[in-house]
């Protein structure tokens, strides 16, 4: 069986197609329930590489298959349904609905994928127990809590909710983009333990952004984007290409 679900040859990326590309990534394969680090300076690529793979932003160069899907052969509906049924995202501002409760936030992505939908079905549960399963897993277990609007809760309670909606569905692929930033060393390495459990538990690929270097040991894999500077030569720029190690 082919445990492939992203393959990435040859990718090359600028705003300005006339300029020299700042994410260039030449080879890499993430398997399922593998979890990829992505590292990166502020300003590197590192949110605009997780948008490439989420079909967000169009490929210039290269190519992108997701579950043996090529990213540049599809239409961007059809870029955007492979999004809703095979991803869960938890963005770097959350990017919660500040007017809906905390179970309506977690439940959003159910209404957007008939495939997440059908899997919940599978388990014998409906999505609103999925919800309050997954809350509960991840330290949201109190009933009063679910019924309020997200913007009465704490940061840390946010990202908790955030993580719960890009896992709702057991999606293959989760993207996280530095969902901890807000949060101090404690609540951030605990929230990042909770969230490695889930994807295990789904059989989850994870790409994690993050700048915390400590945190290395827990990923399989990782890649740094580095930035390149206009003026630097160009031996320089081919050697700082992305670095893919294992
Ligand atoms: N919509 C856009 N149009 C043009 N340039 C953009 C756009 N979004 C981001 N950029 C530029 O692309 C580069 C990479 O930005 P990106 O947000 O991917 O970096 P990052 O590594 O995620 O940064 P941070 O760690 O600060 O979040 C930056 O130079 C940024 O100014």
């Not at 809703?84 to 963005?91: E, L, S």
């Not at 409906?126 to 509960?136: D, H, N, Q, S, Y």
């Not at 059989?203 to 990782?222: A, C, E, M, W």
Request: hydrophobic share 40%.
């Amino acid at each position: 069986m082919n445990n492939s679900i992203i393959q990435i040859q040859n990718l090359k990326f600028n705003w300005d197609k006339s300029k020299v590309p700042f994410i260039i990534i030449p080879e890499l394969e993430v398997l399922k329930s593998e979890h990829l680090l992505i590292k990166g300076d502020s300003g590197s690529g590192k949110t605009t590489f997780l948008n490439l793979i989420s079909g967000v932003l169009p490929l210039s160069s290269g190519e992108i298959k997701i579950l043996g899907e090529n990213l540049v052969d599809v239409s961007s509906s059809k870029r955007d349904a492979i999004r809703a049924n095979h991803m869960g995202v938890i963005f770097q501002m959350f990017n919660l609905i500040p007017y809906l409760s905390v179970i309506e936030n977690v439940l959003i992505p159910i209404h957007f994928s008939e495939v997440k939908k059908n899997k919940i079905r599978a388990k014998g549960i409906g999505p609103k127990e999925e919800a309050i399963r997954l809350l509960t897993e991840l330290g949201l277990q109190q009933k009063e809590i679910h019924e309020k609007k997200v913007t009465e809760l704490s940061v840390g309670q946010q990202q908790r909710v955030a993580a719960a909606r890009a896992l709702i569905g057991s999606p293959e692929i989760i993207l996280a983009d530095e969902p901890t930033s807000a949060l101090d060393e404690n609540n951030s390495m605990r929230f990042l333990d909770l969230l490695l459990e889930e994807c295990k538990k789904n059989n989850s690929t994870l790409l994690y952004v993050s700048h915390d270097s400590r945190i290395h040991q827990k990923f399989q894999q990782s890649i740094s984007i580095h930035d390149f500077t206009e003026d630097m030569p160009i031996a320089e720029k081919t050697k700082k290409e992305a670095v893919v190690c294992s």
